[in-house]
Every structure is written in structure tokens, then in C-alpha cells.
């Protein structure tokens, strides 16, 4: 046998392979698909002004925990908008600001990479994109014209410490980003499936950033199927414990206003509790998230009886999704 067919019989060599052609795949998407936001939402379309009498800014109850609680239905029509309009520039003040912190892993990571890397060519186009969407959250701040902080302050800290990570720890890296991409495009799928009648530059927006993300959450579960199985033994242990202890991280940082917010607009302590921590649904909603995430650390090994204690400990343990992107059904999570 020559060294030629052992070399192709390899199993490391064909899966080195597969994994260059998914990205190159990847890759080709971002060539053959991608989105400029200054010239694919019209900002200037007079149905696109924000108006603060304008009841598409009411907050969406498929896609908002704070929507559907009895205190906010309770509120006047005008102050529900107010508090919608607040809200959704603070997303994306912190969509902004979690995009700045991949991109900046990103570049990291890609500085170390070897010639002919396929992690180069579609992490610069991941990057690439991520700028532009950084470009459209803040032209919607912007718009909206409410100064809005994004992160809480101490979460702001993670400017230091997160891009850092690519480099030095790259399978946590990509964990970090899984936890902040996945709770976002969960939020808007939902948004958008249920059909409600929201403001066109939250349609516009989501719309872009939906077909883009799908690309990105790939990759990172890609990358993460690829190079957790090659790591020692003890790594993979200390991995399985951090993941689902950096996805609640990363999902509160999304998910959870910061205390201006509250104190804007004299929100009860009682109603923060309920909505973000409290509530069986909120519970149910935030576990929901992370369904094909424990898909796949179930896949690579990372769901051991250590650390299925710490997903529940965290209320984040629950049923496993059957193909990516799976919509939610009620009661799945409890079930499981």
C-alpha cells in the first residue's frame, strides 16, 4: 500500500477535509449572498421615520418576555411605545457592542492562522459582515434617537477580556459567541414567524441579520464539532463545565435591560424578578434558546452527568433540538 492511499484512507485526513469544504461552502455563501445596509434597507423611506406615536414600536409578544407580562399590557398605548422604542434601541446598542467583541476575537484568531487555512477566508468574511451589521444596529440607534447605554457596565468589561480568548482559548472563544448569537436569532425567527406588525426598520434589520447569522452560528457549531473532539481528555472536561456556564453569561448580557432601563421608566423591582428570572415561562423562554446548543454538546461529548448538573442549575438544561433552528412547541422544554 502506497504511503499516497494511506494517507487518503486516513480518518483524520478526511475529516480535516470535510471540514475545509464545509467552510469553503460557507465561504461561497458569503460571496453569493451578503448585504450592504445602506443600500439594502431604505432609511429614508418616509413609512421607514420613527414617530414616538407609531404603535409598531409596541413590543412584540412573540419575541419579548417583557411584552407579555401584566404590567407592561396594563401600560397607556403611548407609554408602551415609549418603553418600545427605548428597548429596541437598547438591543441593538447591544447586538452592536457583542458584534464588536467577535470581531475582535475574530481577528485575533485569524492572526495565528497558517497559510492556506480555510478558517481565514471565511472568518474575514465573517468579520467582513459583522462590521456591516455593527454599521446597521447603530444607524437604528441612531434613528430611534434615544441615548441608550447597551450592556451594564460590568458586562461592558468584557471589551478586555473576550477578544483575548480567541487566541488563547478559541474552543471558549466560540462558545462566548454561540451564547449571544444564539439567544438573537431566536428572538427574531420568533419575531418574524409569528407575523406581527412591527416597524420596518426592525423587519429590515432582522431580515439581514437573520440570513447573515445563519452563516455565522454554521461556522462557530462547525468549528466547535471539529476541534473540541481533538482536545485531551481533562480540556474536554473543563469545557463541558464552562459551556453552559457561558451561555447564561452571554444570554442574561442579551437578554436582560440594563437598570436604566427599569429606572426610566419606574419598572418594579416585582416585574424585573418576574419577567428575566422568575416566571415559569421566562424560565421555560430563556432554557428554550439553547436547544440546539445542548444538541450539539451533546454531539461532541461535552454532556456528561457533571455537567448536565450544571445546565440544570442554571435552568438551562432541557430537550434537544431535531435540526437546527427548530421552532419552539410548547411545553418541549418541560417535557424534556
Known sequence: MTSA???ADDPAVAFARQYAEKLMLLSQGSVDKNFDPYTD????????????????WILP?????????????????????????????NIAKVGLQFETLLIGGMVQHTFKL????????????EVIEECNHTLMFQEMVNRIGIDVPGMNPILKQLTYLVPPLASVFP?????????????????????????EDIHPIMRGVMAIHIAEEARHISFAHEFLEHHVPQANPMDRFVLS????????????AILVPPRAFFREFGVPRSVRKDVFFGLPDSKEAFA????????????????????????????????TTRYRSEPDRPGRVRAA
Open 5 to 7: 492511499s494511506v494517507t
Open 41 to 56: 434597507i431604505d432609511w429614508d423611506h418616509p413609512d421607514f421615520a420613527v414617530k414616538t406615536d407609531d404603535k409598531r
Open 61 to 89: 409578544v412573540s419575541g419579548d418576555m417583557f411584552a407579555r407580562h401584566p404590567w407592561y399590557q396594563a401600560q397607556s398605548e403611548a407609554r408602551k411605545i415609549a418603553i418600545g422604542l427605548w428597548r429596541q434601541a
Open 114 to 125: 497558517p497559510n492556506g487555512s480555510p478558517e481565514f477566508r471565511y472568518c474575514t468574511h
Open 171 to 195: 474552543n471558549l472563544f466560540f462558545m462566548a459567541v454561540l451564547s449571544g448569537e444564539e439567544p438573537i436569532d431566536h428572538i427574531q425567527k420568533a419575531i418574524l414567524r409569528a407575523g
Open 241 to 252: 463545565l464552562a459551556f453552559p456556564i457561558v451561555l447564561w453569561v452571554g444570554g442574561r
Open 288 to 319: 428554550g434558546f439553547f436547544g440546539d446548543v445542548r444538541s450539539l454538546a451533546k454531539k461532541i461529548g461535552l454532556m456528561n452527568p457533571v455537567s448536565k448538573q450544571v445546565w440544570k442549575a442554571l435552568g438551562i438544561d432541557g430537550a
